[in-house]
Each structure stands twice: as C-alpha cells, then as structure tokens.
C-alpha cells in the first residue's frame, strides 16, 4: 500500500450534529414562519370551502381557456427570451474570456449593472425607449410597447450577464491548447469549437439557460409595465386574481402550478451544476485572454460592444434623458411635493425609506444567509442539510406577490401581529435577498481547510473564536459581496412589497408602479425621476461589488 498517497478521512468532530443543527435553527425557523407558513396558508385558503378541499377547482382553472393562454404565454416568452438572450450574450461570454482589450474591466461592469437593477426600473427605461412618446416614437414613429418584443428585449437587458458570468467564468478557464491541438489536426476553426470547446461549456451553457429562464417564468415587473392588458405571465395573473378580482382559489392553483414549474427548474439546474463541476483541464483565467487578432476577432469585438452600447447602454440613457424633459430638473423637484394624488407623503421619502429597508433586510439576509452556508459548507452536512440548499432558492421563483399577500392574512394575530410594523417589508425583502447570500458564501466557506479549524479547536479555542479567527478573515471579502447583492435586490423587490408596503410609507419600486398607473406627463416624469434615482443607488452598490470581487469564476 502506498501510504504516501492514502487519504484518510477526517474523523467527524465530537459535537458535529449538535453544532450544524445549531447552524440550521434560525435559517429554518426564518423559513419556515416568513415563507412556507405564508405560501400555505394561501393554498390552503383558496382550496378550502367550508372544510373540505375544493380538488375539483385545480382541474376547472387549468382547463379554463383564459388561464391557458397565461400558461402558453408565460412558457413561450420565457424560452423565447432564453433563445434570445444565448445567441445575443455567448459572443460577449467568448469576448470576455478570451480577450484582453482596455477598459475591460469598466464594461464587465456596464453588462452586470442591468442584473442587480430593480425590474420596474428595467420596465421603465424600455417604456422611455420603446413606449408612446419614447426614443423611437420620437425618431421614427415605431412603438413596441404593446408587442412582446419590448418584453423579450428587456428581458435580454436583464438576464445578459447571467449568460456572460456563468459561461465567460467557465470559458475563461478553459484550456486553449486543446482547441489548438485539434486545429493542428486539421480541424477548421469552426470545427474546432464546435468539438471541443463546446461540449466543455454544455454544462456551463445549460445552466446559464435554467437560470434565464426561471427568471423570466416568474417575470412581474417587467411584464406589468411593458406588456398592459394584452400579456400577463404566471406571476402578473396571480397578482391579478388576488388583487383585483379577489379569486383566492385561481391564485392558489396558479401558485401551485407555478411552485412545481420552478421546483422542476431547480432540480435540473442543480442537475447541470453538479456536471459543471466534474473534472475539467482548467487554468488560471489571466493566461488565456490575449489581445485580438485579426478582422474577424477585432469585427466580434465590435459587434459585443455595439450589442452592450444599444442593448444595455441606451435604454437607461433614455431614462436619465426622459428624466430631464421638464427645464430646470423640474421632474426632481416635483418629486419634493405631495399635491401628485398619489401619495400620502412627498414621493422623494421614498428614497429614505427604501434605503432603511434595504439595510435592515441586508442585515436579516447575511444573518440568516450565513448561518446557512455556514452549515452547508460543514463536510459532514447529511442529506436533509444538502436538501435544504434547493430549498433555499425556492423564494427566487416562488410567487412574491403570494409571499406578500400571505403575509396580510398569516401575520396579523400574535405572536406574530406584523402587519401594523415597518419590520415586515425588510423581512419579505430578505427572502429574496437569502439566496444570494447563501450562493456567494458558500464556495469560500466550502474551500476553507478543516484542518485550520480542527487545530483551533484543539488548542482550546470555543466556536464562536474559531469563527472569528480562522473563518472570518477568509471570508470578510465575499461576506461583503453578499451583503452588497443582499442591498441591491432588496432595494429593488417589488412582488411581495406592493402588498404590504404602507401608504405612507411607499418604497422605491412601490412607488414608481403608483405614479406610471396615473396618467399625465408630471406623473410620467416623476416616475422616470424616481427611477433614474434607483438606478443609480443600484449601479454605485455594483461598482463597489466590482471592486470587491477577487475570484474568477464568473457566479454570482
């Protein structure tokens, strides 16, 4: 027997299960009341008649014709978007893998902008472009606002960095020899790519596409915005069902229908995760990219940065514009007075309370977040513990407006009498906020050496020091990256917020949606105003993200 090169295995420490069940109480217990128990009571209050279940129901929503065109649509515009968003974002994934060229770095920042933004302001910058009285109506009096192609672009806008990230972080990575080596045998360029680099990035590609596709299964915002009375997806009908006709029972049949679509996307994404990460021949990223040579990798270099100036660039530009329309920034200063009908309070409060929000609900992601990943990341985590990590993600496509709407009628007795209480909106804003924590933790904890810990713990050091000493220090970077994507979703959630937000205290998103559903150009331009103001908070949380970011692997 070789001894040199037998790996033992690392006895469990004495204690484990207590600790990682210590770990997982507060993440559980957060789940459990703020998002399971909500999402039930629901389902269960639109199935139930007098104590019996409506079973019968499930069949008469899913057969009635209205609802099945929701679902053809909600699938259709979702795979439509995902088609588009591959063949429009992989020429920027290659771009940024394999070149190096100046000012690199700045647009890796301009393409991830667009995700960390709020849908109603990504909504909102495609009505300025393409709406009536938009970019276009001016120039050429072409309007797309009442036409999918509005959704499915501001759906691209959106998700293009999801596919740059994820399928860059792993191109990146790929050895170009091997691609090199099959040209020498006589293989074109294109063939080349096609055998070898391909196929290496299929699992990176397929889930960048579930990731894609999911977000634009579950799309509200930019749906409500863009696509009016003529389209309406799962999660706009739903809203629709609970909010103005008050059919509990359609809602909580399209929640269910909508929770096994999302359940089934989860499972096969973490199907291709896990291909992802069998054994490739990879490299440091900074020694594959060089800089272009030739016209045909100078014109794809062209044709990336002509796709990012129009596709990313242009319409938040026409919403900065759009913004200044009135002479002397008279939309802005509109925005200081409550004479609009619209609010109780002046619009620009909206700026501070959403601020106060998002840093309470930051504080409630990276508590919970962390507690999660720290538990997940332990080697000896069972498979209930690993199960948990799906379920983590569940909030990212679960209904927000069913979260929101559960929290009216589950949390108004005690204990838990919230709904008078400012603290439920962060804590809505922190589910979403979670998942992001748990992703971005996860990998640096997991490649923290137990030994480390194991030797602190031997030399007399309790739990909590051995966080402090060994953990902390490794991971303060990323836990501030996390913190960081925890604000900006936070900041711009809106599903769940446009329930239980109060009036006198509208938040950022809320109150955009308020002033776009009144007619009139004041409401028109303070809308943008706010709008242009999310953006920004939004985008200067980014840039500090991109300082921040030490790895290579392209995840979010």
Known sequence: MDLARTEVAPRPRRGGNAARLGLMALPV??????????????????????????????????????????????????????????????????????????????????????????????????????????????????????????????????????????????????????????????????????????????PAVAAAALMVFLFTFTSFGVVQILGGPTFSTLEVE????????????????????????????????AWTVRRRESALRLVDPSLTARRPRGAGQWALLGSVLLTVGALLVLPPAVLVQRSLDAPGFGYYRALTHDDSGVFLVAPVTAIGTSLRYAVAATLIAVLIGGLAAAALARRDAGRLVRGFDALLMLPLGVSAVTVGFGFLITLDRPPLDLRGSWILVPLAQALVGVPFVVRTLLPVLRAVDERLREAAAVLGASPWRVWREVDLPIVRRALLIAAGFAFAVSLGEFGATVFIARPDNPTLPVAVARLLGRPGDLNYGQAMALSTILMVVCAVALLVLERLRTDGTGEF
Do not use: C
């Open 29 to 202: 217990a957060f789940f459990a009341v703020f998002f399971a128990y909500p999402v039930t009571a629901i389902v269960r209050r639109g199935l139930r008649d007098g104590g019996s279940w409506q079973w019968g129901r499930i069949a008469e929503v899913l057969t009635d014709p209205g609802i099945g065109h929701v679902l053809w649509f909600t699938t259709w515009q979702a795979l439509a978007s995902t088609a588009l968003t591959l063949l429009l974002a992989l020429p920027g994934a290659q771009v940024f893998a394999r070149y190096d060229f100046p000012g690199k770095q700045l647009l890796r920042a301009v393409v991830t902008v667009p995700f960390v933004l709020p849908t109603v302001v990504v909504g909102t910058a495609f009505l300025a472009l393409v709406g009536r009285g938009g970019l276009l109506d001016d120039l050429w009096g072409v309007r797309l606002d009442t036409t999918v192609w509005a959704i499915l672009l501001a759906h691209v806008f959106f998700n293009y960095a999801v596919v740059v990230r994820t399928v860059g972080g792993l191109w990146a990575q790929l050895d170009p020899r091997q691609e090199e080596a099959a040209r020498m045998l006589g293989a074109s360029r294109f063939a080349a790519w096609r055998r070898v680099t391909l196929p290496a990035l299929g």
């Open 238 to 269: 739903i809203y629709r069902q609970t909010s103005q006709i008050f059919d509990l029972a359609t809602a909580a049949v399209l929640t269910l229908v909508q929770f096994l679509a999302v359940g089934a996307i989860l499972l096969v994404h």
